[in-house]
């Protein structure tokens, strides 16, 4: 019953609905609730520690990852080990060293037990977290790049179209518009090939959004938030949103509206 809980709350996420992942989580923990220790318990507080994450429960994203992790390392569960430090690294924010040294071993965790889905997700946050915390470009690129390389290898398109809209945004930001913009047509391909949900989407929503402001064209980039901007609302993806209103906030800042 754990594992089936753990399942459809990612699968929830995946979908869009950020707030209603979570409520599957608490709902399959107050099933399970005096349960002994096993891989469906470990996997359910694995991703009720992402779901609050992703909710904005910092604490409670940490004492379940915590605990989750306990269970999986004392069972040998390599998977989860990998899962929940992914996690466990974003909840530091405020220790970087730490961050990094999650994240690097659940990525080569995951490289060295053949778990590219779970690789491609841990390399992405390490690449995150070191453009944010060491302003790291090259290290970025390099993790951002073999996620990117992992998840085509696989045959993830919506993790290939994440981690490619990610490489582009960052050769905007370092000055290569012209480079970002050559990759636009191929990524476009890729996000016509699906159905416009999940984190693929959001990537490349965001980097053409960028595109758009780094070109000046200020008034066509707040059009293009606003007209998603109710539907994101409606679905529940609080990720999403964020965005969008990173955007507009953006705009409004160099605009001096």
């Known amino acids: 019953m754990a594992e089936l809980y753990a399942r459809s709350t990612r699968t929830t996420w995946d979908s869009g609905d950020t707030i209603g992942s979570l409520t599957i989580a608490e709902e399959g923990l107050s099933r399970?609730?005096?349960a002994k220790d096993g891989p469906g318990l470990a996997r359910l507080f694995a991703e009720y520690s992402r779901a609050c994450y992703f909710n904005g429960q910092l604490e409670k994203s940490w004492e379940f990852g915590e605990r989750s992790l306990k269970i999986a390392e004392d069972l040998e569960l390599v998977e989860i080990q990998v899962?929940?430090?992914?996690t466990l690294g974003l909840c530091l924010q405020?220790?970087?060293e730490q961050t990094i040294n999650d994240l690097e071993r659940a990525a080569h965790l995951a490289d060295n037990s053949n778990l590219p889905r779970q690789a491609t997700r841990a390399h992405n946050n390490l690449a995150i977290q070191y453009f944010r915390h060491d302003a790291n470009f090259n290290k970025a690129m390099q993790e951002m790049q073999t996620a990117a390389r992992i998840a085509h290898e696989v045959g993830d398109r919506d993790g290939e179209?994440?981690?490619?809209?990610?490489l582009g945004m960052w050769q905007i930001v370092q000055g290569q518009i012209t480079q970002a913009e050559q990759d636009i047509p191929k990524l476009k391909e890729l996000s016509d090939s699906m159905a416009g949900e999940g984190a693929g989407s959001l990537g490349y929503d965001q980097l053409i959004n960028v595109l758009i402001i780094a070109k000046g064209n200020f008034e066509q980039a707040l059009d293009y938030t606003l007209t998603r901007l109710e539907e994101t609302r409606?679905?529940?993806d609080l990720q999403r949103l964020e965005n969008a209103l990173e955007i507009i906030?953006?705009?409004a800042i160099i605009t001096g509206d």
Do not use: D, K, M
């Open 249 to 251: 906030i953006q705009i």
């Open 94 to 96: 405020h220790e970087p």
């Open 83 to 86: 899962e929940t430090l992914t």
């Open 234 to 236: 409606q679905i529940g």
């Open 161 to 166: 179209l994440f981690y490619r809209s990610n």
């Open 32 to 34: 399970v609730a005096g």
